[in-house]
């Protein structure tokens, strides 16, 4: 059986690791390459690394930061931000990333899941999805591209079906309303997504205590969980997360 | 010298960070020379079995000859898959043929890809577990599996609600379906023990 992973994720801006509130409000929170290696060391299960400068534009920097990381990380880890093309996605994973993450050019190319999975196999394709509660239609939500700046009509279930399909081999959630708040997950969202699809769905955007992960787990059916603000400002060492969830019956890599 | 194999696939450089990380000098190489004086070879892969094979070329011959004389070869993720005689995956496709079995899809009716960490049981005479105890966990991500029909195999599996292959050993030819590179502290001690087993010279 699979362990339920944590996942620290690390937004980067100019080279440096921030977090922000609803995707606003951003707060320095460290060097990635120092942040990555020390997560690595202490057991986490992956690392997601999300350019968050490039939100039209790829940046070749990214290349740069990925080979760095890659030298003292240990732990798969997933790299996005701007990633428009199949040759942009091999340059990542040939500079050390075991799985790239693709949000708005899946969205304006949706063709460009299934071209990465027959190169790469699924398993290297990870469709990132910026989700906000619709305002007209309660109890859905709307896919956002831009790093959440603009967003769509697409409905963020369908979506995640129709990114499945296509040949996204994992979904990485993340509830724009929950974001940085540190007031838990948004679970509805998460059960709605990981109901609709047998691929691995990582629940992203709210996480402030232990019982957050444990939710997202059980009631959001999430196979992995991510957070920043609650590991990058130490408020949790990656342990206290991984014995709290052991010990509550969930399986874990310790 | 290992050398680890470079054919325009993704992943080959984390595999040589790890080596770099326990003392060891890997080189990424695909000059016939390099290879055939190599203590032992590394056949990484992130990339899907078709494309893997066919980015292989005429690669695929020197691996064979440098396996068929008896020096470590270990095959990593669709590396190992490659060990086979064969993959379904997007066509069929003929893999190395180093190990007697066939490289299909992983069953339905459980989450595609399997992709996280895993128990691997550890049988005690696999070289690659040695010093690891009886069960470690080790990151995996894919989609195919292989089913093994070598009677000289040894083979440790981990449970994905059926008995998935998680490495074999074959004589010289080692291979896991996880990743070391990628498995923290256990997978580090994995290539360790390959490199080990290279420096000692083939079994």
Redesign the interface.
């Given at each position: 059986?699979?362990?339920r992973?944590i996942i620290p994720c690390l937004d980067v801006k100019d080279n440096r690791v921030v977090k922000g509130i609803n995707f606003l409000n951003l707060r320095d929170a460290g060097d990635p390459v120092e942040l990555g290696a020390r997560y690595?060391d202490e057991?986490a299960?992956e690392l997601v690394f999300l350019d968050i400068t490039a939100t039209i534009r790829f940046r070749k920097t990214i290349i740069e930061l990925v080979?760095k990381v890659?030298?003292n990380v240990?732990?798969?880890f997933t790299v996005g931000g701007g990633i428009q093309t199949v040759e942009q996605m091999?340059k990542l994973?040939?500079?050390?990333?075991?799985?790239v993450s693709v949000n708005t050019a899946a969205v304006a190319n949706p063709n460009l899941l299934a071209e990465a999975?027959?190169?790469?196999?699924?398993?290297?394709v990870v469709l990132a999805i910026d989700a906000r509660r619709s305002k007209d239609r309660p109890g859905k939500w709307q896919v956002c591209v831009k790093a959440g700046s603009e967003p769509t009509d697409i409905d963020v279930v369908e979506w995640a079906a129709r990114g499945e399909e296509l040949g996204a081999?994992?979904i990485l959630l993340t509830s724009m309303d929950a974001d940085g708040t540190q007031a838990g997950y948004d679970n509805e969202l998460n059960k709605a997504v990981t109901d609709a699809v047998?691929?691995?769905v990582i629940a992203s955007g709210g996480a402030g205590t232990l019982e957050h992960l444990y939710d997202a787990i059980v009631d959001g059916g999430a196979?992995?969980v991510l957070m920043a603000s609650i590991t990058h400002f130490e408020n949790y060492t990656i342990t206290q997360m991984k014995e709290y969830l052991h010990n509550r019956g969930i399986p874990m890599?310790l | 010298m290992i050398v680890v194999i470079d054919y325009n696939?993704?992943?080959?450089?984390?595999v040589c960070?790890?080596f770099?990380?326990i003392g060891c000098e890997a080189k990424l190489s695909r000059q016939a020379t390099a290879i055939e004086n190599a203590i032992g070879i590394v056949l990484p892969g992130?990339?899907?079995f078709g494309?893997a094979i066919n980015a292989l070329g005429s690669l695929a011959e020197l691996i064979r000859e440098f396996a068929l004389n008896c020096k470590p070869l270990l095959g990593i993720c669709?590396g190992y898959q490659m060990l086979f005689e064969s993959s379904s995956?997007?066509g069929q496709h003929k893999g190395l043929g180093l190990v007697s079995g066939n490289v299909g899809p992983i069953p339905p009716g459980r989450?595609?890809?399997?992709?996280?960490?895993?128990?691997v049981e550890l049988p005690e005479d696999m070289d690659l577990f040695a010093g690891l105890g009886n069960k470690k966990?080790f990151?995996f991500?894919?989609?195919f599996c292989a089913d093994i029909k070598d009677d000289g195999a040894k083979i440790a599996y981990t449970?994905?609600g059926f008995e998935l292959a998680a490495s074999v050993q074959k004589a010289n030819i080692y291979g896991t379906q996880f990743?070391p590179?990628?498995?923290?502290?256990a997978?580090?001690k994995v290539l360790q023990n390959f490199y080990d087993i290279c420096k000692r010279g083939a079994p």
């Open positions: 059986m699979l362990t992973r690595s057991g299960d080979e890659a030298e240990f732990i798969p091999d994973l040939r500079s050390g990333a075991e799985k999975a027959q190169r790469f196999g699924n398993q290297c081999g994992e047998n691929i691995p196979d992995a890599n | 696939v993704g992943n080959v450089k984390s960070n790890a770099k990380h992130v990339a899907a494309y669709v995956e997007y989450v595609i890809p399997h992709m996280g960490w895993n128990l966990h990151y991500a894919h989609s449970d994905y990743h590179e990628k498995s923290g502290k997978g580090l």
